[in-house]
């Protein structure tokens, strides 16, 4: 069954360093998305990407991040100076189409297992 | 108001019980409502979902229950099993809406 990877699946930097968190969508997926688990917290929607454009963003997603698809295959979330409240577990998700309120099989979203992001 | 408020945080069900996970949101625009499963690990994915007209759900041992006037939906697992154990999320949506608003979870342990 095809999956959304993520790599790498823990990553430890010290504060103020940038990141990239890196993923492999679903290859005939459209849509892509990035969502944040704080320990012990609820899964935060992030940012939403289609057509090489973000499509919706939340509040936390601040100048201090920011997605890219750098070839067909790779969504990357870059954190460009980290903070320690950046610890967190980030996941990335894709769909074939988006609108999540439309509840058709196409806009499932699927999730990677998740990068933990550890920030010292 | 576009917040999931779940309840319990965590449960602990003997083999064959009925575990039944709470879940009651504010914002009346939400039009779908998912539940994710989560095993350590993974990621969570889409177990089932709802749409507000319709009252009740079944796939296979796992139901879900809308009550739309009270704003509330929650999740009962029939005949439950040690491999049901796993962490349980409700969500909400909006029509249209790329993000899913998540409750906090319900870590589920199933006895043998």
């Known amino acids: 069954e095809p999956e959304v990877t993520q790599t790498p699946s823990h990553q430890v930097t010290q504060m103020g360093q940038e990141v990239i968190l890196r993923c492999v969508p679903i290859s005939n997926h459209l849509y892509f998305y990035w969502y944040r688990q704080i320990l012990g917290q609820k899964v935060e929607f992030l940012v939403s990407?289609?057509?090489?454009?973000?499509?919706?963003k939340s509040e936390i997603f601040d100048d201090q991040f920011s997605v890219e698809r750098p070839d067909g295959s790779n969504f990357t979330l870059k954190i460009r100076s980290t903070k320690l409240e950046d610890s967190a577990m980030y996941f990335c998700?894709?769909?074939?189409?988006?609108?999540?309120?439309?509840?058709?099989?196409?806009?499932?979203?699927?999730f990677g297992a998740g990068t933990r992001l550890s920030v010292l | 108001q576009q917040q999931v408020k779940q309840s319990p945080q965590s449960l602990i069900v003997q083999k064959g019980g009925i575990p039944i996970i709470n879940c009651a949101y504010e914002n009346t625009a939400f039009d779908y409502f998912p539940w994710y499963q989560q095993f350590p690990g993974k990621g969570p994915a889409l177990l089932i979902a709802?749409?507000?007209?319709?009252s009740e759900k079944k796939e296979g041992r796992f139901t879900i229950s809308f009550n739309k006037s009270a704003k509330q939906f929650s999740l009962h697992i029939m005949d439950s099993q040690p491999g049901d154990s796993a962490t349980y999320f409700c969500?909400?949506?909006?029509?249209?809406?790329?993000?899913?608003?998540f409750g906090k979870g319900t870590r589920l342990h199933i006895l043998p």
């Open positions: 969500a909400a949506a909006r029509r249209g809406d790329d993000k899913i608003i």
């Open positions: 709802i749409r507000p007209d319709v």
């Open positions: 990407f289609y057509n090489n454009e973000i499509s919706e």
């Open positions: 998700a894709s769909s074939t189409f988006g609108g999540t309120g439309e509840y058709f099989s196409g806009n499932i979203q699927y």
